[in-house]
């Protein structure tokens, strides 16, 4: 059975499901949770972004920081206080999500 063996013998078709599962994951969790802020409390995302177009180029490009700034905004405040340190976070997570790829990338083909 192909459970009792270790990682490293598995198929590589068995890793790479998985890669793309994790993947895909990955690219759906700030941008789906952006999409039901918009489609649910769409109040908040115009008051949070000037315009629909700074909104959708951060959900293409940025999707941490933008789910970020768009749960920490106050309407008459903007972001203060913890809600930096949480859109400083999702800055963080967007690089991580992109390097990461990218160093897996360099180890699966090195």
Known sequence: MAYNRPASTLEPHYAFSMCCIVLVAGFL???LAVFLLYIF???RMSAAFDSFLIGFLGF????WTTFMWAVCYAPFFGV???GWALVGFGVFMDIATYTGGGRRRQQ???
């Open 60 to 63: 293409l490009i940025l999707p």
């Open 41 to 43: 409390d769409s109040p």
């Open 29 to 31: 969790g700030p941008r």
């Open 80 to 82: 203060s206080g913890f």
């Open 108 to 110: 699966q083909m090195g």
